[in-house]
């Protein structure tokens, strides 16, 4: 039996404030239009939406008058990410998003304002008096992306007006055509060579005046630890220890935990994305890690709850960080990279009221010992016999694990043994039939200890000594090496000449004793019995005596 056709519904006026709306009834449901200024606007608009229903395409447009900060609530129920991605998320939106959009409703949001937006962000100051970089800019605009995406996916607009327009618009690059070379020469990230990766590591420890900076630089290096992963570094000794010192054998650390600061407060958490991990450590870093856990301080400044340490989160085990701040905190990254880091790679500070101050030193011992800061009679750049040259350039800590990975990539090493020490997931059926051996261990190690030997060798060049004790040590260590390996060359040298002189002296006896069982033509004449007679040939001829 054939459907009965739907009658179309009548629209009718409702007038309030001046404003006009349009309402009818639909399988006796009740809809309504928007308040409209033109009358004419919202009976299209009216009719508009019943020729959707007729036709069975009609979608609810209440959404579109849902304040964007009554959808970011909903949104956020709906997320499920890292607390770090969290707060990221939030102060993205309420110092930026909201600030420019609060108030208004999802329909109400247009391309135009969202451009205008993202280009005004970069020309204002943050909290610590600079502009926004760029990157901010980029990064609230991908996440209104995001926000307003999930509000089509969820039928509340039709259209994402954030979404960025494809295709040309502005300045762009012909096709073909190269970038100029000095762009074309930065790379995003900063990748050192080991023996750079030594002197950074001593110029942080110069900073703080700590030998621990040096350990814990030069462990983020040949580890590619993230931050994170290395603030949360811990040790002791026992067989529950995560760090484990065998005397035979490879050395390890296991990483479980990371620290993050979430709204100021420090605390331990699974690593990223549950990257649990093995790290093998070469017989230098094990060293390295051994003194310092004979050196680290006893535990962090964080207060008790219930007896035990608030930074330790459901870490069941007592505080034994190692790598701790001159205070007994737990550094923050961004505090680091402005007191350690950004001067011990560039040789500048951070700009401070629009003014980078450079890294003033003393000449000896080389690289120079850093001025902090000068007294009331004298500046520091007065007491200063020169300063610190640009090391690195822009250095940030993910580029040590930038430059792990990289070294790893040009060692040789299995490409499952890589993706297993930064623990990222092998691609394709390589991951089920490929595994990592205790081979490939050792040959890793072997790698990044003949990296650590090349680096002090070449540091060893630059300068035989160092203000950093424990640098010293190694250096001095190396020298006596250097200077035992010379002696014995030196030994084996003067072995071998002594060899190859008696073989020499051998070998002319040999040639006296073989030249005494020959004669001369003149004895061999007078044993024979010959004696020169006259003849054709001018008496030449040698006639046997009868």
């Given at each position: 039996m054939p459907r009965p056709r739907r009658r179309r519904p009548k629209p009718w006026p409702e007038t309030k404030n001046g404003l006009t709306r349009y309402c009818w009834r639909f399988e006796d449901v009740r809809y309504r239009t928007p308040y409209h200024e033109d009358p004419e606007d919202a009976h299209a608009d009216a009719v508009a939406q019943i020729s959707e229903q007729m036709a069975g395409t009609w979608r609810d447009r209440s959404g579109q008058k849902l304040l964007l900060e009554e959808w970011i609530d909903i949104w956020r129920e709906l997320l499920d990410v890292e607390p770090t991605t969290l707060a990221k998320y939030k102060y993205l939106i309420e110092f930026h998003i909201l600030l420019e959009f609060q108030g208004q409703a999802l329909g109400e949001l247009s391309f135009e304002d969202i451009e205008k937006w993202e280009r005004t962000?970069?020309?204002?100051?943050?909290?610590?008096?600079?502009?926004?970089?760029?990157?901010?800019?980029?990064?609230?605009?991908?996440?209104?992306?995001?926000i307003l995406g999930d509000a089509v996916h969820a039928g509340k607009i039709?259209?994402?007006p954030a979404l960025r327009r494809k295709g040309r618009r502005g300045r762009v690059t012909a096709k073909g055509r190269r970038a100029p070379a000095h762009a074309a020469n930065q790379p995003t990230s900063n990748v050192i060579t080991p023996v750079q990766a030594i002197?950074?590591?001593?110029?942080c420890a110069l900073l703080s005046g700590r030998d621990t900076d040096f350990v814990m630089n030069v462990f983020a290096t040949w580890t590619g630890a993230r931050w994170g992963e290395l603030m949360a570094v811990e040790g002791w000794d026992g067989k529950d220890s995560p760090v484990q010192l065998p005397a035979k054998g490879i050395a390890t650390y296991n990483l479980d935990w990371q620290l993050r600061e979430i709204g100021g407060v420090v605390r331990k958490a699974p690593p990223k994305d549950g990257s649990y991990r093995t790290l093998d450590l070469p017989p230098f870093l094990a060293d390295l890690v051994k003194w310092a856990i004979e050196n680290?301080?006893?535990?962090?400044?964080?207060?008790?709850?219930?007896?035990?340490?608030?930074?330790k989160g459901d870490d069941p085990t007592d505080p034994n960080y190692l790598f701790l701040g001159a205070m007994g905190g737990h550094p923050r990254r961004s505090n680091y990279a402005d007191h350690y880091i950004t001067p011990a790679a560039e040789g500048l500070s951070p700009k401070r009221k629009n003014v980078r101050r450079p890294v003033y030193v003393t000449t000896e011992p080389w690289p120079g010992i850093p001025i902090r800061k000068g007294n009331r009679k004298v500046?520091?750049?007065?007491?200063?016999?020169?300063?610190?040259?640009?090391?690195?350039?822009?250095?940030?800590?993910?580029?040590?694990?930038?430059?792990?990975?990289?070294?790893?990539?040009?060692?040789?090493?299995?490409?499952?043994?890589?993706?297993?020490?930064?623990?990222?997931a092998m691609q394709g059926m390589d991951s089920v039939y490929i595994h990592v051996t205790?081979?490939?261990?050792?040959?890793?190690?072997?790698?990044?200890?003949?990296?650590?030997?090349?680096?002090?060798?070449?540091?060893?060049?630059?300068?035989?000594?160092?203000?950093?004790?424990?640098?010293?040590?190694?250096?001095?260590a190396h020298h006596k090496k250097v200077a035992r390996e010379a002696t014995e060359r030196s030994a084996e040298t003067a072995n071998q000449q002594r060899l190859r002189a008696s073989r020499m002296q051998a070998r002319w006896a040999a040639r006296e004793a073989r030249t005494r069982h020959f004669m001369t033509p003149r004895q061999f004449v007078g044993r024979c019995g010959y004696h020169r007679s006259g003849g054709q040939n001018g008496g030449k001829t040698r006639q046997r005596m009868l």
């Open positions: 962000i970069p020309t204002r100051n943050s909290s610590r008096g600079m502009p926004y970089a760029q990157s901010v800019a980029r990064g609230a605009r991908d996440l209104l992306i995001t039709g259209l994402n002197c950074f590591a001593e110029r680290r301080r006893e535990r962090c400044i964080c207060p008790d709850v219930d007896g035990r340490a608030k930074c500046k520091a750049a007065d007491m200063a016999d020169g300063t610190w040259p640009n090391l690195l350039g822009t250095f940030k800590p993910h580029d040590d694990r930038h430059t792990h990975s990289t070294w790893l990539d040009v060692s040789g090493v299995s490409k499952v043994l890589q993706m297993d020490r930064r623990d990222h205790d081979d490939m261990r050792q040959q890793l190690c072997d790698y990044l200890q003949r990296l650590w030997e090349e680096a002090i060798a070449e540091r060893y060049k630059l300068a035989p000594r160092s203000a950093v004790p424990l640098l010293d040590e190694i250096l001095v």
